[in-house]
């Protein structure tokens, strides 16, 4: 059996999971790139000066089938990614904001589908959203989803996937999910607009008790669209994800004005850049 040393260290050698003094990494979602499940998202984040490209598996199913579920396109993605030299840091299974994890059993089939793409696309890092209606408002939910994962983590430790919870809940819920599912490949993927917009959590304070085992990536982003213009604080934020030794992948999410997309995203990159030199 895999243990969360065995599963870091493999992430580790792949580049994607970074301990130690070396440097965090900056990547770009898929979605805020206007390429949802598109493996052309890989070569315009190569272009734009992005460290890797964060995907997701679509929710327009193909013959009851996630779009990216097809090795044509799995191919595809590893060819674009050699090419281009930059890797597939993450995958999103966005069908859970159709099918919630917490209430709809086909939400479990997704995952499973997801969990073996993800190894399919040499990756760790699978991302699991739980929002609007699909958000985690109980403990009663918090509980059942906790126990879901516990069987669903075997699965993904079998491959090397971790599986990242991204939602509108506190550092402390989070956690209690974790210990209740068992699985030392289920961890937080924290999202510093979401803490601060949503749930109105001290990100500095979350970031620093959760430390850098307890998270597997993190998404940047503020409103309104360029970095630094909202009220989260990046330089202290920062400051912290270095304190506690976190060197993954922090991937943008942020959003870009009608027809500025290329421009938006390379000044919101500079904007990171230049507070982490």
């Given at each position: 059996m895999m243990t969360r040393r065995?599963?870091?260290?493999?992430?580790?050698?792949?580049g994607l999971l970074r301990a130690g003094n070396e440097r965090l990494r900056i990547g770009i979602t898929d979605w805020n790139l206007r390429l949802t499940a598109n493996p052309e998202a890989v070569r315009l984040a190569a272009r734009l000066g992005f460290d890797g490209i964060q995907m997701s598996f679509g929710q327009k199913l193909i013959?009851?089938?996630?779009?990216?579920?097809?090795?044509a396109i799995i191919a595809s993605y590893l060819k674009l990614s050699a090419e281009a030299g930059i890797p597939i840091d993450g995958t999103c299974v966005d069908m859970l904001h159709v099918n919630g994890l917490k209430s709809d059993k086909l939400a479990v089939r997704w995952v499973a589908d997801s969990i073996r793409l993800t190894a399919a696309l040499?990756?760790?890092?699978?991302?699991?959203?739980?929002?609007?209606?699909n958000a985690l408002k109980t403990e009663e939910e918090r509980n059942y989803v906790g126990d879901v994962l516990r069987e669903l983590a075997v699965e993904a430790k079998k491959v090397g996937v971790v599986l990242g919870l991204e939602d509108e809940n506190s550092a402390e819920e989070n956690v209690r999910i974790m210990d209740r599912a068992r699985a030392d490949n289920v961890?937080?993927?924290?999202?510093v607009g979401?803490?601060?917009?949503?749930?109105?959590?001290?990100?500095?304070?979350?970031?620093?008790?959760l430390g850098k085992d307890r998270i597997c990536q993190l998404h940047l982003?503020?409103?309104?669209?360029?970095?630094?213009e909202g009220k989260i604080q990046f330089a202290l934020i920062l400051q912290a994800i270095r304190d506690i030794g976190?060197?993954?992948?922090?991937?943008?999410?942020?959003d870009s004005?009608?027809?500025?997309?290329?421009?938006?995203m390379r000044r919101n990159l500079a904007y990171i850049k230049n507070y982490m030199s």
């Amino acid at each position: 059996m895999m243990t969360r040393r065995s599963i870091l260290g493999a992430a580790v050698a792949a580049g994607l999971l970074r301990a130690g003094n070396e440097r965090l990494r900056i990547g770009i979602t898929d979605w805020n790139l206007r390429l949802t499940a598109n493996p052309e998202a890989v070569r315009l984040a190569a272009r734009l000066g992005f460290d890797g490209i964060q995907m997701s598996f679509g929710q327009k199913l193909i013959d009851g089938r996630l779009p990216t579920d097809d090795p044509a396109i799995i191919a595809s993605y590893l060819k674009l990614s050699a090419e281009a030299g930059i890797p597939i840091d993450g995958t999103c299974v966005d069908m859970l904001h159709v099918n919630g994890l917490k209430s709809d059993k086909l939400a479990v089939r997704w995952v499973a589908d997801s969990i073996r793409l993800t190894a399919a696309l040499r990756t760790q890092v699978l991302l699991l959203p739980f929002f609007s209606r699909n958000a985690l408002k109980t403990e009663e939910e918090r509980n059942y989803v906790g126990d879901v994962l516990r069987e669903l983590a075997v699965e993904a430790k079998k491959v090397g996937v971790v599986l990242g919870l991204e939602d509108e809940n506190s550092a402390e819920e989070n956690v209690r999910i974790m210990d209740r599912a068992r699985a030392d490949n289920v961890l937080v993927y924290y999202d510093v607009g979401n803490s601060t917009n949503i749930g109105g959590y001290d990100v500095v304070k979350e970031l620093r008790w959760l430390g850098k085992d307890r998270i597997c990536q993190l998404h940047l982003k503020d409103k309104p669209v360029f970095l630094g213009e909202g009220k989260i604080q990046f330089a202290l934020i920062l400051q912290a994800i270095r304190d506690i030794g976190f060197a993954g992948f922090a991937n943008l999410e942020t959003d870009s004005r009608p027809g500025f997309l290329e421009d938006d995203m390379r000044r919101n990159l500079a904007y990171i850049k230049n507070y982490m030199s």
